[in-house]
């Protein structure tokens, strides 16, 4: 079945960096866009990015745009978020997720989250 | 961005009771609406997409309809499991969530 794990989260200091990875496994990962989606604490849901199964087309957020950095492997069906210039309102818990239509449609699988914590 | 508005924030209702949880975009989005359960500590859980189409595995007691603007989650008689958020999803530009609606016991 569809398992997606993420990892990398923690305790940043504001300007800090932070890369997270997911580990896809249970479906052919580069037919499908990946995407990263964050929920702050009580929160609501936030798309943040997302990126094509080739690689080659990558949509952010306005909120993360010339931050964050997604990018994926497909040798080993891993999906990375890098993070520099962390700001106290990025604290959340962030999930990557699937994307079976390729078109940012709907995620129909999601991690478990890894939560990223910034504060001096 | 396209804004997503849920009403209402919450309702207490009891088991067997029928849900209804409205989202309303802020401008036309054809049927490219999306639904997802959320419980305490969990990943969400798509239910319903385009508007209407059952995510397999989902109980046949949720349904959605709606287009344009307005759009509809019904829970045909709720059961305990149910009791979560929901979250409406638009995906006609790049994606936006509802803030939540949070289904509570009675």
């Known amino acids: 079945q569809v398992q997606l794990v993420e990892s990398g989260g923690g305790l940043v200091k504001p300007g800090g960096s932070l890369r997270l990875s997911c580990a896809a496994s249970?479906?052919?990962?580069?037919?499908?866009?990946m995407s990263w989606i964050r929920q702050a604490p009580g929160k609501g849901l936030e798309w943040i990015s997302s990126?094509?199964?080739?690689?080659?087309?990558?949509y952010y957020a306005d909120s993360v745009k010339g931050r964050f950095t997604i990018s994926r492997d497909n040798a080993n069906n891993s999906l990375s978020l890098e993070m520099n210039n962390l700001r106290a309102e990025d604290t959340a818990v962030y999930y990557c997720?699937?994307?079976?239509?390729?078109?940012?449609?709907?995620?129909?699988?999601w991690g478990q989250g890894t939560l990223v914590a910034v504060s001096s | 961005d396209i804004q997503m508005t849920q009403s209402p924030s919450s309702l207490s209702v009891s088991v067997g009771d029928r849900v209804t949880i409205t989202c309303r975009a802020s401008?036309?989005?054809?049927?490219?609406l999306n639904w997802y359960q959320q419980k305490p500590g969990k990943a969400p859980n798509l239910l319903i997409y385009?508007?209407?189409s059952l995510q397999r595995g989902v109980p046949s007691r949720f349904s959605g309809s709606g287009s344009g603007t307005d759009f509809t989650l019904t829970i045909s008689g709720l059961q305990p499991e149910d009791f979560a958020t929901y979250y409406c999803?638009?995906?006609?530009?790049?994606?936006?969530f509802g803030q939540g609606t949070k289904v509570e016991i009675e």
């Open positions: 385009t508007a209407s």
């Open positions: 999803q638009q995906s006609f530009t790049t994606p936006t």
């Open positions: 997720a699937r994307d079976p239509e390729g078109w940012l449609a709907y995620f129909d699988s």
């Open positions: 401008q036309s989005i054809s049927t490219y």
């Open positions: 249970g479906f052919t990962f580069n037919y499908y866009y």
């Open positions: 990126i094509s199964g080739t690689g080659n087309t990558i």
